[in-house]
């Protein structure tokens, strides 16, 4: 079963990447990066800022040329004729590239004229998306007067104006408010049930873990893990977590917990807070008699499930907290 | 895929948002009339010499009237991304550049015809060859939109387009055969003025309009073909090398 409840996805790759290089002067943006996704799959591409996601996403759809490497999409050789496939792409950049000078509608009906769709087709068409992601009363207004919420929206519904059979999403949710990024994560959840290929790029792991069916990890251009988010999850679940909020603790009693429990990895997990971690359950009254000994209250204590944070940790070797630095410079969009 | 669609729709946008917004038409009649007036003025001659200057003028008015919109609707959708959306779309690059361009090549052409109409008012144009000067304007129109375009994509900012603009324009102006015949300058500004493409379409307005071009028709619209073709061409490799990194 998948993050997002969809049936297993049959082993047809879609999009075929094969040793993709990507040097800009003297840094190296993709170092030969291999990977498949599968028709009708949601796959997911994360990576703090600077790994080489947008890089890989503008290779694949033409926007940008790779150094070595081979890329094959709907069985069209697209390495040296990247627009082989355009038409059976749709894309939604990390930032709106539509036009601020044309109403919502103009828009629409403009990409999708830049697919050859017929004028009949297009309106309706733009009707039917602008109507879909809550736009039709903006419709009129010109693109630059839109909220950040309504732009996204609207680039995503470019996006799809000529019915992709694989669709782009570059960090979709960035920026946006949580409502709108709660309404644009259920539109890539109806996408994906409908049937359409997405690759996601998002440096917000949870919101990988929720829609995804696969997922990469890129770190640094490099691809270090890719696999189903059950298969990820699978030797966490063996593992016993627990957060405890401990007012006044710090790394010393971080370090004096763990020594004098054996079997019990402990670290800080933020301020006031402890990270427990065991291979068998972890006894509570114990802990709660130590900490009280030392004159240290225990305001709460709850078990952790393995998370997609707490894989991603593990492989990359990096820490959460400088994607969790990004989302919040990035403002916006959590879960 | 039907190109066409894609092609009419990019123009049509260019000129709906560009082209035909007040300031640009005022743009496309002002300037004619303002190279008119002054050309008159400064000749101080009877009505009879519109004649003379009309060629110049006219080309004047294609090379401004075209150079300056391709920094707009090329350099700028570059810098705000908007670009990218006609370079993801699945329109061949030399169909989606041409789409671009047509705009500025039919604003060229009614630039050049403001000045022809002023002077149908003034004198007698019933010597003109028209078949003649048709085929000039719109290869005139041409030969500068390409050279807007390759100025347009050869730098990043709508300022640099501009000031490289002027770096081409105004020495074209003076070498050209607009002021001063290419046969009286000197020997090695005669060089330069014949690698213009500007000199090739004065001389046949000339031709078109008085009857007085120094170059045989078939060599000046060989040359002038060539250089629409070689810009064009180089245009469109920047793109590729400069965009699609």
């Given at each position: 079963?998948?993050g997002s409840n969809q049936p297993a996805i049959p082993f047809t790759p879609i ?54 490497g081979s890329i094959v999409i709907d069985s069209q050789d697209c390495t040296h ?255 | ?197 500007l000199t090739y379409g004065v001389d046949l307005l000339h031709g078109a309009i ?36």
């Amino acid at each position: 079963m998948t993050g997002s409840n969809q049936p297993a996805i049959p082993f047809t790759p879609i999009i075929l990447v094969e040793g993709l290089a990507k040097n800009y002067e003297q840094v190296t943006a993709l170092a030969g990066i291999s990977f498949d996704v599968r028709r009708g799959e949601l796959f997911g591409f994360l990576g703090p800022n600077g790994a080489g996601k947008t890089t890989t996403i503008n290779i694949l759809t033409g926007l940008a040329r790779a150094d070595a490497g081979s890329i094959v999409i709907d069985s069209q050789d697209c390495t040296h004729h990247p627009k082989a496939a355009q038409h059976l792409i749709g894309i939604v950049p990390d930032e709106s590239n539509l036009y601020p000078e044309l109403t919502g509608f103009d828009n629409l009906c403009f990409c999708a004229a830049l697919y050859g769709i017929k004028k009949e087709e297009r309106t309706k068409r733009a009707r039917e998306l602008l109507d879909v992601f809550g736009l039709t009363e903006a419709a009129g207004r010109i693109f630059a007067g839109y909220s950040k919420g309504m732009k996204r929206k609207l680039t995503i519904a470019a996006g799809l104006i000529h019915k992709p059979s694989i669709l782009f999403l570059d960090e979709p949710t960035t920026g946006v408010d949580v409502a709108s990024a709660r309404q644009i994560r259920q539109l890539i959840q109806d996408l994906h049930g409908n049937g359409t290929t997405i690759f996601l790029t998002t440096h917000y792991i949870e919101e990988a873990e929720r829609l995804c069916d696969r997922i990469a990890f890129i770190v640094g251009g490099r691809i270090v893990l890719v696999d189903s988010v059950a298969h990820l999850l699978q030797p966490l679940k063996k593992q016993h977590g627990l957060l405890m909020t401990v007012p006044g603790s710090d790394q010393q009693l971080a370090d004096q917990v763990a020594e004098v429990f054996p079997g019990l990895q402990v670290r800080m997990a933020g301020r006031d807070q402890l990270h427990l971690e065991a291979k068998s359950p972890i006894p509570l009254a114990p802990l709660v008699s130590f900490l009280a000994q030392r004159s240290r209250e225990v305001l709460e204590a709850r078990g952790l499930r393995p998370s997609l944070e707490d894989v991603f940790v593990r492989v990359t070797g990096l820490q959460t907290d400088m994607m969790k630095k990004e989302k919040e410079k990035s403002g916006g969009g959590g879960l | 895929m039907k190109y066409w669609i894609a092609f009419w729709n990019i123009l049509l946008k260019d000129m709906r948002t560009y082209y035909l917004k007040p300031p640009n038409i005022s743009w496309g009649l002002i300037f004619p009339i303002s190279w008119a007036g002054m050309f008159f003025i400064r000749s101080g001659s009877s009505l009879e010499s519109v004649l003379s200057i009309l060629p110049g003028v006219m080309a004047v008015s294609i090379l401004f009237g075209t150079t300056s919109m391709l920094a707009v609707t090329v350099t700028f959708e570059k810098k705000n991304r908007s670009f990218d959306r006609l370079l993801l779309s699945p329109i061949p690059l030399w169909l989606l550049m041409l789409a671009k361009t047509s705009g500025a090549i039919l604003f060229g052409i009614l630039n050049a015809f403001v000045p022809v109409v002023m002077a149908a008012f003034l004198t007698d144009l019933s010597a003109v060859d028209w078949s003649l000067l048709v085929p000039t304007v719109i290869l005139i129109a041409l030969a500068s939109t390409f050279l807007g375009l390759f100025i347009a994509v050869s730098v990043s900012e709508v300022f640099e387009a501009q000031t490289f603009s002027n770096f081409f324009r105004f020495p074209m102006i003076f070498l050209c055969g607009l002021f001063i015949p290419v046969a009286s300058l000197p020997i090695y500004l005669q060089t330069l003025s014949y690698l213009l493409p500007l000199t090739y379409g004065v001389d046949l307005l000339h031709g078109a309009i008085r009857g007085a071009n120094a170059l045989a028709f078939p060599l000046s619209f060989g040359l002038i073909s060539l250089f629409c073709t070689a810009l064009f061409l180089v245009s469109l490799r920047n793109v590729y090398r400069r965009w699609i990194l």
